[in-house]
């Protein structure tokens, strides 16, 4: 256990709904990273906040997605209008690294499936 | 794209020594090395990172060739819970990890 929390750990959604994953970081860290995980593949960047501030997005991340991270704490990822294509594992990772030290620490994962 | 280059698949008997290679020729002065493993439907576990020296932990050792072109992670002694896919990354400072596709490892009986 890293002290980096997901849920919930498995969503089985229809097509065209919309989900909201959580994560809740290791405490301290001030840093918090999303990425998405299909089957076989490496984990792929989809957005990183450093505290509230939602600072860098990958070009994944379609409009259909959204993520926050109020007070700078917890995190949350939505989907809207969620298409088969979105099926995947979700992963949150956080750091407290300083500028040249940056290990992230990841959670267990939100395993997606859209029916 | 991913800046490290590593085998697909290797094997390892259990309670021998399990040396995962990485190719990172392209790797800036800057940059660390870093090794994860993920274990089936499990989030990526960190296990070791190293700018140029050797590294060693609980875990494992890491070896950074001089030119800092390639490093080998080393398991001293592989039980059947090592068997994962081991992703070798360079990264610097808050970039985002760039996952290649990473070496299976199978620890065999």
């Known amino acids: 256990d890293t002290g980096v929390s997901q849920n919930p750990r498995h969503k089985i959604t229809k097509r065209g709904q919309n989900v909201t994953f959580r994560c809740d970081p290791i405490s301290e860290h001030n840093r918090l990273y999303w990425y998405r995980q299909t089957l076989g593949q490496g984990p792929e960047f989809l957005t990183y906040?450093?505290?509230?501030?939602?600072?860098?997005k990958s070009r994944l991340l379609s409009d259909r997605f959204s993520a926050e991270r109020p007070k700078g704490s917890f995190s949350t990822l939505e989907i809207q209008r969620t298409e088969q294509g979105d099926s995947a594992m979700y992963l949150c990772?956080?750091?407290?690294?300083?500028?040249?030290?940056?290990?992230?620490?990841f959670g267990p994962g939100t395993r997606l499936t859209v029916l | 794209d991913a800046k490290t280059t590593q085998p697909p698949s290797m094997d390892c008997a259990e309670g021998r020594a399990a040396n995962l290679p990485c190719n990172h020729s392209t790797i800036s002065g800057n940059e660390y090395v870093y090794w994860y493993r993920q274990i089936h439907s499990q989030g990526p576990q960190y296990i070791i990172h190293g700018l140029k020296n050797n590294e060693t932990n609980e875990m494992a050792s890491l070896i950074i060739t001089e030119d800092r072109k390639s490093s080998t992670l080393i398991l001293p002694h592989a039980t059947l819970r090592d068997t994962a896919v081991y992703y070798c990354i360079v990264m610097w400072g808050n970039t985002p990890l760039v996952f290649g596709k990473g070496t299976r490892l199978s620890v065999i009986a």
């Open positions: 906040f450093q505290n509230e501030a939602q600072l860098e």
């Open positions: 990772a956080s750091t407290a690294g300083s500028a040249a030290i940056n290990t992230q620490y």
